[in-house]
């Protein structure tokens, strides 16, 4: 896939929840991982620290690389590779600095099954979860929803 956007992802899981942001956006409402698009110059590591401050207030130390999710708008114009790393946090949920997030929550992974979220990897996350990591990032192709 070429002329793709690269967007860094962080896996926070807790007591059987997942740390997520909420979206609102053109009268939808729906769930992805805490991160964003990795700037020039920036390392995937460096984004996902930035938006986790930005996003959750959250001091996020990345770990390894989990996901690897590419997808495909249904006109071909936009093109998004998300790298999903685990990681650790410290300090206190704080207020987004991201008006497009209306909301930072752990959310039970119960209730994760059936949320709205993009991309869809939340088969492959759950199982990850309940049955370990891949040693080596697993790749998805994941359908434009």
Wanted: overall charge neutral; glycine content about 8%; hydrophobic content about 40%.
């Amino acid at each position: 896939m070429t002329g793709f956007r690269t967007r860094a992802a962080a896996l926070v899981v807790n007591n059987e929840s997942i740390l997520l942001v909420r979206h609102c956006r053109n009268g939808k409402s729906y769930f992805l991982l805490p991160g964003g698009g990795v700037e020039q110059y920036e390392t995937v590591e460096d984004a996902i620290i930035r938006e986790m401050a930005e996003e959750t207030g959250y001091c996020a130390v990345p770990g390894r690389c989990v996901f690897i999710t590419e997808s495909e708008s249904p006109d071909g114009k936009r093109k998004i590779r998300q790298l999903v790393h685990l990681c650790e946090i410290s300090g206190k949920m704080g207020r987004s600095k991201d008006p497009i997030v209306a909301e930072t929550l752990f959310m039970p992974l119960a209730d994760f099954e059936k949320a709205l979220f993009y991309p869809n990897i939340k088969k492959e996350i759950i199982s990850a979860i309940s049955n370990g990591f891949p040693d080596t990032p697993l790749s998805v192709k994941v359908t434009w929803e």
